[in-house]
């Protein structure tokens, strides 16, 4: 059990797999879960309740889990929702915090990694920050979601924007960014 245990915790994510395997070590671990498959289904089930916590998965097939914050924390100023995704980038940590996610965490987390996350009330100022610069893809992608985040999530205007073909920015963005 943690001191988590009792709250309630809606997962959003677009993924089944993902959700089931963490909806049931959260049971385990004392929550009350419940899970939404996109941002719609989740703000349909803010009217059967408000949870106390939230994970919120970046990129899903319909809408980007981000547009979700505002929802969760309109229904619940106290509310500790957290950012997963596998296209983890400081762009979209950054928007993440100020459209007022609680924390992020990258991709793969397991069930006690996103707990100790949760349970953070803000992001830890003390993180140590590598000192190792990033490789060139990694600097592209950031480069890139920068861009991307400029122009409003519009691949066509950030493809013209970078000088590049809409496709070729498509086939970048549906890679995973390599760390560092």
Do not use: C
Not at 57 to 62: E, G, H, I, N, S
Not at 134 to 142: D, F, I, P, T
Not at 158 to 178: D, E, N, Y
């Amino acid at each position: 059990m943690t001191e988590l245990a009792g709250k309630s915790l809606l997962i959003v994510d677009d993924d089944p797999t993902f959700t089931r395997i963490l909806a049931r070590a959260m049971k385990r671990r004392g929550l009350e879960v419940s899970v939404a498959h996109s941002v719609e289904e989740a703000e349909a089930s803010l009217t059967q309740g408000i949870p106390d916590l939230a994970t919120v998965d970046l990129k899903m097939d319909t809408a980007s889990g981000l547009t979700l914050i505002p929802s969760l924390r309109a229904a619940n100023g106290n509310m500790l929702i957290l950012v997963l995704t596998g296209y983890a980038s400081i762009t979209t940590a950054v928007e993440a915090i100020k459209l007022g996610a609680t924390n992020y965490l990258p991709k793969p987390a397991d069930a006690d990694e996103i707990l100790a996350a949760l349970g953070k009330q803000q992001a830890d100022p003390d993180m140590e920050v590598t000192q190792q610069p990033m490789s060139v893809n990694r600097l592209e992608w950031e480069h890139i979601q920068k861009i991307l985040a400029e122009h409003d999530g519009n691949v066509s205007a950030t493809a013209r924007a970078l000088g590049m073909h809409r496709r070729t920015l498509q086939r970048k963005l549906s890679k995973r960014p390599v760390k560092q």
